[in-house]
């Protein structure tokens, strides 16, 4: 076999080998019931509320005022 043919099937079983990996972790997420993902969204809720607020952007002028007076 030539080289770009070892290329092309090596290749080609990486993708099917990520394909595998992708169904897998789609299979794992889909097996939760929807109570289950409630209790976990509200868990890392009241995860994030506990860390306090996150900082956001510093405030700054407002559009369209001018500085001169």
């Known amino acids: 076999m030539r080289w770009w ?3 092309g ?3 080609f079983v990486g993708v099917a080998a990520t ?3 992708i ?3 789609e299979r794992q997420r889909r ?3 929807p ?3 409630r209790e ?3 868990a890392r809720l009241a995860e994030a509320s506990a860390a306090g607020p996150e900082p956001g ?3 700054g002028p407002e559009p369209g005022a001018s500085s001169a007076g």
């Open 23 to 25: 169904a897998r972790a």
């Open 19 to 21: 394909g595998v990996v």
């Open 40 to 42: 976990r969204l509200h």
């Open 5 to 7: 043919k070892v290329l």
């Open 31 to 33: 097996a939760y019931t």
């Open 57 to 59: 952007p510093e405030p």
């Open 9 to 11: 099937l090596a290749g």
């Open 35 to 37: 109570q289950e993902i």
